[in-house]
């Protein structure tokens, strides 16, 4: 699954599915769940455990494939 840096607005959607990990897109899967969210305005707060220590934390989440419009 293709990984993004999360940079932007996020649904709820993604708000579950959120990784910390390196800035490396190679390390997503080996880095840690987020445990819980916390969005307010622009500001998003996260939980991960206790021992989730990334050397150089970035949040990622899933690339989301584009909409798609079907006319019959």
């Known amino acids: 699954m293709p990984w993004i840096c ?3 607005e996020l ?3 993604q708000l579950e599915s959120l990784r910390l990990a390196g800035p490396e897109e ?3 899967e080996a880095g840690f769940a987020v445990t819980e969210t ?4 622009s500001s998003l707060t996260v939980g991960v455990a206790e021992f989730a220590d990334p050397v150089d934390p970035f949040l990622w989440v899933p690339q989301q494939p584009p909409p798609f ?3 019959p």
């Open 6 to 8: 999360a940079a932007a």
């Open 11 to 13: 649904n709820t959607d």
């Open 26 to 28: 190679s390390g997503v």
């Open 38 to 41: 916390m969005q307010s305005g």
């Open 69 to 71: 419009c079907w006319k």
